[in-house]
């Protein structure tokens, strides 16, 4: 058996969301995963989530603005690096650097 991540990512499609919005969802706060990003490259948002009391709890909801993590220390994102390839070079040249 493996340990669970303390963070997760998910990029939802169509043919993916309720599966990421159902299942994964269920399966990562049952495993203790203290953080699932929900990515939605359609709508351009983000869902911030942190498993509070064996349940997520939604922290944020943005098409915009910076996400810090809860679960990785000292990870932070502009919304727009995760949509946009020239802020995504900048935030990666920021990252790096730090």
Same mark, same amino acid.
């Given at each position: 058996r493996f340990p669970a991540p303390d963070f997760a990512v998910e990029v939802v499609s169509k043919?993916? =969301?309720a599966? %990421?919005?159902g299942i994964k969802f269920a399966d990562y706060a049952a495993h203790g995963v203290?953080?699932?990003? /929900? /990515? %939605?490259? =359609?709508a =351009?948002?983000?869902e911030q989530y942190q498993l509070q009391d064996e349940a997520y709890v939604l922290l944020v909801k943005a098409k915009t603005g910076r996400l810090e993590s809860v679960a990785v220390a000292g990870f932070a994102i502009p919304v727009r690096a995760i949509? %946009? %390839?020239a802020v995504s070079r900048e935030a990666l040249h920021t990252l790096l650097r730090d």
């Open positions: 043919s993916t =969301e599966n %990421d919005r203290a953080e699932y990003w /929900i /990515i %939605d490259p =359609e =351009e948002t983000v949509f %946009d %390839d």
